[in-house]
């Protein structure tokens, strides 16, 4: 979709391909949505400050920064907001993580980026929103699932809500959205020739998370409190059980036909116990979940994944972390590949006119480079004929 300048060297094919994105640095949400655009073919531009990124995580292993490049600018410089606003001239798209008002201070706000390219989509990554009481307040994504009612929702009966790591909101409700409506405008600028400001608040998204479960609280299908529903630990056919080993193996079958399936496999061959109680009867419940538990715990989880592999039962092993790139099934599809010694899931979803396993893009020598790494070979393809001068003055720099 660029046409101020030609793709950068290394880039490789990709649905985005043709787009060139700008991401000013932050944490989270923001650069995992430029991951996930650079894992569908865009040309990322990170721009770091000076310094380095804000994170605790070691530049080698930061594998949010996969697939690109990244210039240092110092935007507190007189010169810096020019730099990025040139940027933004010759791009597609531009993200930033930043609370209200702080990029117009800078001079990379919507208003000074749209008056140089009319067609940019302006993507806006907070907690909170762009207005509302609370949008110049800080947050993190356990305070912004808490308002939204979807934390809540999550735990066991009779006990608190339990943190989902930050995947929900920071993840889920703030950078796919952010994604989402990135390319939207994007479609939208190519059919009107205009850009859009996409305001992106994890508050909204993670609210828009629980569209299925709002409608089944409308129609009495969900109970307002934790672990009484089906989806929630309520049910004994939907919960996590331990095994022999200490591992765990979850269960999710919801319709008559799993639950037959599951339960037969999980009572073999001795055969279904004369007083289970029948799927849905709530009273036998508290039972049901015993006899599940005493059961799981006769035989270690790669036993039972044996038992229950390749059925309609829908159980499966709670893998950890750092054993589920060896799951079977994860394994035949690639979901995790390992680039310069670094395990990390491959890009997705994947497209038909695209290699299987969906490469990550190239930049050699490297998959995740280093802040400033390719301050001068970006600024030069995109047309800048004054880094020198930009070098020098402090504007710039050059890892």
């Given at each position: 979709m660029t046409d101020a300048a030609g793709p950068l060297p290394g880039s490789l094919p990709g649905p985005l391909?043709?787009?060139?994105?700008?991401?000013?640095?932050?944490?989270?949400?923001?650069?995992?949505?430029?991951?996930l655009l650079a894992d569908l073919g865009a040309e990322v531009i990170r721009v770091d400050r000076p310094g380095g990124p804000p994170s605790t995580v070691p530049l080698d292993k930061d594998v949010t920064s996969r697939g690109k490049r990244r210039i240092v600018v110092d935007l507190k410089h007189p010169r810096g907001a020019e730099v990025v606003l040139r940027l933004a001239a010759s791009s597609d798209a531009l993200i930033e993580g930043y609370r209200p008002g702080v990029a117009e201070r800078l001079g990379v706000g919507p208003a000074d980026s749209l008056a140089r390219n009319p067609r940019l989509v302006y993507g806006r990554m907070t907690g909170w929103g762009q207005d509302g009481p609370l949008s110049g307040s800080a947050?993190?994504?356990?305070?912004?699932?808490?308002?939204?009612?979807?934390?809540?929702?999550?735990?066991?009966?009779?006990?608190?809500?339990?943190?989902?790591?930050?995947?929900?909101?920071?993840?889920?409700?703030?950078?796919?959205?952010l994604a989402l409506g990135v390319v939207a405008g994007l479609f939208s600028a190519r059919q009107t020739g205009h850009g859009q400001v996409v305001d992106a608040a994890i508050v909204d998204g993670t609210a828009v998370l629980q569209a299925m479960t709002y409608g089944l609280l409308a129609g009495g299908a969900w109970a307002d409190e934790?672990?009484?529903?089906?989806?929630?630990?309520?049910a004994p056919f939907y919960d996590v059980y331990a095994t022999s080993d200490g591992s765990y193996m979850a269960v999710g079958a919801l319709e008559p036909q799993f639950y037959a399936e599951f339960t037969r496999l999980l009572f073999a061959p001795e055969g279904l116990p004369a007083d289970l109680p029948a799927q849905y009867d709530r009273a036998g419940w508290p039972s049901m979940r015993e006899r599940f538990a005493a059961r799981f715990a006769e035989r270690s989880a790669d036993q039972w994944a044996k038992i229950f592999s390749g059925t309609d039962a829908c159980v499966a092993p709670v893998r950890p972390m750092t054993e589920a790139p060896a799951d079977p099934q994860l394994a035949a599809r690639g979901t995790f590949v390992t680039v310069d010694g670094l395990v990390q899931p491959a890009p997705a979803p994947r497209f038909s006119p695209v290699p299987?396993?969906?490469?990550?893009?190239?930049?050699?020598?490297?998959?995740?480079?280093?802040?400033?790494?390719?301050?001068?070979?970006?600024?030069?393809?995109?047309?800048?004929?004054?880094?020198?001068?930009?070098?020098?003055?402090?504007?710039?720099?050059?890892?």
């Open positions: 391909t043709g787009v060139r994105v700008v991401e000013l640095a932050g944490i989270g949400p923001g650069p995992f949505c430029g991951m947050g993190h994504d356990i305070a912004y699932i808490a308002v939204t009612g979807a934390l809540h929702a999550i735990g066991r009966a009779g006990g608190p809500p339990q943190v989902p790591v930050n995947y929900l909101g920071d993840f889920g409700g703030g950078a796919l959205f934790r672990g009484v529903n089906r989806l929630d630990t309520g299987g396993s969906a490469p990550i893009a190239a930049l050699p020598p490297g998959r995740i480079a280093r802040p400033g790494a390719h301050t001068r070979e970006v600024l030069t393809a995109v047309g800048f004929d004054d880094v020198d001068d930009l070098l020098a003055a402090g504007a710039i720099w050059q890892a």
